[in-house]
Structures are given as structure tokens and as C-alpha cells.
């Protein structure tokens, strides 16, 4: 009996301790992730009806990025918003997460460079983790479809006509600072980066709460999720 018992304890802390990133999609529509990855493995092009969720099927030691794409055809090659144009031709919410740097945890953030097109909030098992939340209603600028926003580094729709960031890398100032729409992006989602260096890299400011580790990761990603944290800079 003790013998097993040992085998179910550590049968629970593995569970608990096991990476994982689950996509809830709570939109009234489908989307369509199209993933990127600098280091490790996740599933890639998943389309996740209205209502139901995904696993992503990452491996432990994934490094990358999870863009969101509205309006998909059937065959997801062409999207209104994001997925396989995610190199700039339309908006799109961004979640980026790292479970390399540091083996059982996972930094997590939500991006807002490459511009909106739906809701996010990334939460952990541990809710004593930040989650993170975004949502947005009347952009500066808006993009197709409904309450979708260019990217905060244009400083007009037509300047992001050929991308969602200016020709010449990320468009905010020397790839770094805000853009022209940044302050109204880290007003409206304080939590989320409105420019490259929103964490206060090279002194910029301001330095919000933009990215957290978590020591379980565990990870939710739930898209529309209708709120919006505002959870202060840590001291």
C-alpha cells in the first residue's frame, strides 16, 4: 500500500508540474492559430471552433509564439485577420510564451506589435500566477472586420497597408520605443506590450507588467475573454 501510494504521489506531481498549453476559444467564431517556434515543437495551423478548446501539443521545451487568425477559409490558406498573413498584410493578437529558459516554468506575455484582432488572457494553474488580459473596443486605427486595430508603431492605416508594422523591421522608434498609437494601447491594456521595450528595456517608460514566469506551466490561453486585467508594475 505505501508502495503505491508513493507511485500516485508522484504520478500528481508530475501532472502538476507537466508543461502544457490549452486554447480555450471563447469567440462566437472559429479561429485559426498559426504558430511560430524558436525552439521545441507545438502543432501548428489548428482551427478551434467557437466555444471548444485545443491542446497544443507543445513539447516541454517550446520557445515561440501562438497569432490568431478571424475569418479563415476552410482550407485556413487566407484569413480577415492574421493566421497565415501573419507577416503583417492584416492585424492580429499575438501570445508568446517560452518554456525553454527555465526547465518547469514558462514566461508568458501577450504582444499587441502586430496590432488586435481578438481578445486574450493567459492564465495559469496557479492563480497565484499574474493572468494576463486584453480586450479592446474602438481602435485608433481601426482593421478589417470588427473592433480589429493596425499596429500601434503606424501612424495610419495606409502606413500599414503593406503590414501590420512599417516597412523596416518593427516601425516603433529604432525597433524599440513607442509608436505613434502606443500610449493609447498601454492605456487600454496595460498588461500587454504596446512597443518593443514596454517592459523598460533601455529605460523606456512606461515600464509596465508585461511578461511574467510562472513555476506552473500549466497554461491557459483563452481567446474573448471580455476583460481586461490591470495588474500594477512590480516594485
Known sequence: MAFRSILALATVATAVSAQSLNV??????????????????IDNNVVVAAGASANMGIS????????????CTSDGSSCTTGAPTWDGST??????????????????????????NVGMEISSADASCDAYACTINNCPLPGPGSDTCYSPCCSSASACSG???PAGGGGCVSNAGPGP???????????????????????????????????????TLTLCPGTTSNIPKRK
Open 24 to 41: 480555450v476559444n471563447s469567440c462566437s467564431e472559429s479561429v485559426l492559430l498559426f504558430t511560430q517556434t524558436s525552439f521545441g515543437t
Open 60 to 71: 516541454s521545451n517550446w520557445d515561440g509564439a501562438v497569432n490568431v487568425g478571424t475569418g
Open 91 to 116: 492585424p492580429f493578437s499575438r501570445a508568446e510564451f517560452n518554456f525553454y529558459a527555465i526547465p518547469g516554468s514558462v514566461t508568458y506575455d501577450i504582444s499587441l506589435i502586430y496590432g488586435y
Open 163 to 165: 503590414g501590420a508594422l
Open 181 to 219: 498609437n502606443s500610449a493609447f494601447y498601454y492605456t487600454t491594456c496595460p498588461n500587454a506590450y504596446a512597443f518593443p521595450d514596454n517592459d523598460g528595456a533601455a529605460g523606456y517608460t512606461p515600464a509596465d507588467n508585461v511578461d511574467y514566469t510562472c513555476s506552473n506551466a500549466a497554461i
